[in-house]
């Protein structure tokens, strides 16, 4: 928790009001219209509230606005469907702006699945949708059951390999419960995230030794340099449970390679090194990255109430068995998050001093209005 008194919070506090209207303001500033650019606003701000700051306003200029300006992300997102049925639809993003695209994806995905039951909604020639737990829980606030997830550019290396093949390739699930909070599973199948260590970088922090290998096969934990080393293809990140199979790294490879060909195959799009975001020259290019959207409605099963019942006594059971000697809590899934937001809700949003410079750099090069206080 970040308030906690063993890291007590340092960073001054922006309003979640002002941090929304700056965000649209600035997506719209830079020609994302303007009911997209407040899709885009909250999807961050979302990531923020629950804590997950690797991507939440850390990257709101390097990840989306420089790609705008760069023209390697379109502002504007025309999606076109390629094949439908009352089940399914295949949606071509057209590089515009991912989160718009999935916000769009996993609405159609609700609806289809009050109608039939289950539905599965694939994306192609997208780009960064933002947090992975965002589109799950769109369909939990719906009463149903979100399954999510999206390739992304080489990053992690296979067991037994330092070649970078495949994304951090998060693959989410929400599941509505009787609770104040639904039980919402959000992580990469890589160790790390490259966002993570975009964090430790942007605060001076080493990357945990372990989590990425170099070419050598010596791991690294150097997070300014690691981020180069990836960019080149010198480094690559650990997946989940680490190198080599003694603690069963291989588990964390194969769900990576099951997000891979659920984000690429149904919809015949773009896989491993082709989402470099590089053309055969080097030279920058849209990353055309695919995402898929799994919706289950339980009243198509035993019902809702049943089921969110179920799932919550599952869970409180799991908090309640026995702890490990000095432990004073066990957390299911989405818990911490839920705490976070209670904790944050007043107080806003913490803004560190390298993003503190970015947002006033996007803010007088788009001549905004705002004045924050950490000025």
Known sequence: ????????????????????????????????????????????????????????CNRFKPIYIDRIKAGIQKPVTDILTLRETAATAVLDAQDGMGMVASYRAMKRAIEKARQCGVSF?????????????????????????????????????????????????????????????????????????????????RTGQSTPEGTVIGRDGEPKTDSPQILKDLSKGQAA????????????????????????ILSAALQAGSFLHGLSGLDTDGNRQPYHLGHFFIVVDPEA????????????????????????????????????????????????????ESVQKEILKVRDELRLPYRFPFE
């Open 237 to 260: 990140l650990a997946p989940l449970g680490g190198l080599g199979e003694d603690l069963g790294g291989y588990k964390g490879y194969g769900y990576a390679a099951a997000v891979e």
């Open 121 to 201: 909604v694939a994306v192609r020639n997208s780009t960064h949708y933002g947090i992975a737990g965002y589109w799950s829980s769109m369909a939990t606030d719906a009463g149903m059951i979100g399954i999510n997830g999206t390739n992304a550019r080489p990053s992690m290396a296979p067991t037994f390999g330092v070649e970078n093949m495949l994304g951090t390739n998060p693959l989410t699930i929400g599941f509505p419960t009787d609770e104040a909070f639904p039980f919402l599973l959000d992580c990469a199948t890589s160790i790390i995230q490259r966002g993570k260590i975009e964090y430790f970088a």
């Open 301 to 352: 099963f035993m019902g809702l109430a049943s089921f969110k019942k179920t799932a919550g006594d599952i869970l409180r059971a799991l908090r309640a068995s026995q702890k490990a000697p000095g432990q004073e809590r066990i957390y299911t899934a989405g818990e911490k998050e839920y705490l976070t937001w209670l904790e944050r809700k007043e107080l806003g949003v913490p803004i560190g």
């Open 1 to 56: 928790m970040s308030g906690s008194a063993a890291n007590v919070e340092t960073r001054p506090y922006v309003s979640w009001s002002l941090m929304n209207d700056f965000l649209t303001d600035a997506f719209a500033g830079v020609g994302v219209p303007r009911v997209d650019a407040a899709i885009c606003a909250d999807v961050l701000l979302e990531s923020d509230r629950r804590g997950i700051e690797s991507h939440g």
